[in-house]
């Protein structure tokens, strides 16, 4: 039974999570979302990216499973002057209010999995894509 495509949240849950990580095909899926803390996995295809964002109210952790990116973090959308190459076993924090992008600058997609505390996303949200997430009315943009 496939944990993807499944919100489990706010119930307990537990789960593989460098195996639904790496095994994820969307851009987004949220697997679980409680009322302080919310869990998606992510996979960023050869040449994408998930572009630049800022969360004003609340912090972002991201752990790479999988795959090669640039992670970019700064005070603005035009000053991202913190530049780091992620890939398997980094884990990146983002503070509340800190504008970041990660660009997948390899051949093969990255698979990731972020935390958000509080949730960013409306419960169940999946995106196949990221022209999907781009175009979510439910999404900030």
């Known amino acids: 039974m496939s944990v993807l495509r499944t919100d489990h949240g706010p119930n307990p849950f537990v789960l593989d999570i460098e195996e639904a990580t790496e095994s994820?095909?969307?851009?987004?899926?949220?697997?679980?979302?409680?009322?302080?803390?919310?869990?998606?996995v992510m996979s960023i295809p050869a040449g994408g990216e998930i572009g630049a964002e800022v969360h004003d109210d609340h912090d972002q952790f991201l752990r790479i499973?999988?795959?090669?990116?640039?992670?970019?973090?700064?005070?603005?959308?035009?000053?991202?002057d913190v530049e780091k190459v992620v890939e398997h076993d980094d884990a990146v924090f983002v503070p509340a209010g800190k504008?970041?992008?990660?660009?997948?600058?390899s051949d093969e997609p990255v698979k990731l999995?972020?935390?958000?505390?509080?949730?960013?996303?409306?419960?169940?949200?999946?995106?196949?894509?990221?022209?999907?997430?781009?175009?979510?009315?439910?999404e900030d943009h």
């Open 24 to 40: 994820n095909e969307a851009f987004r899926d949220t697997l679980w979302t409680g009322k302080f803390l919310q869990m998606t």
């Open 65 to 80: 499973e999988a795959g090669k990116g640039r992670m970019m973090i700064g005070e603005s959308e035009d000053n991202l």
């Open 99 to 105: 504008w970041h992008n990660m660009v997948n600058e």
């Open 113 to 138: 999995y972020s935390i958000y505390a509080a949730p960013e996303h409306v419960h169940g949200t999946f995106h196949q894509t990221k022209e999907d997430a781009d175009n979510d009315p439910n």
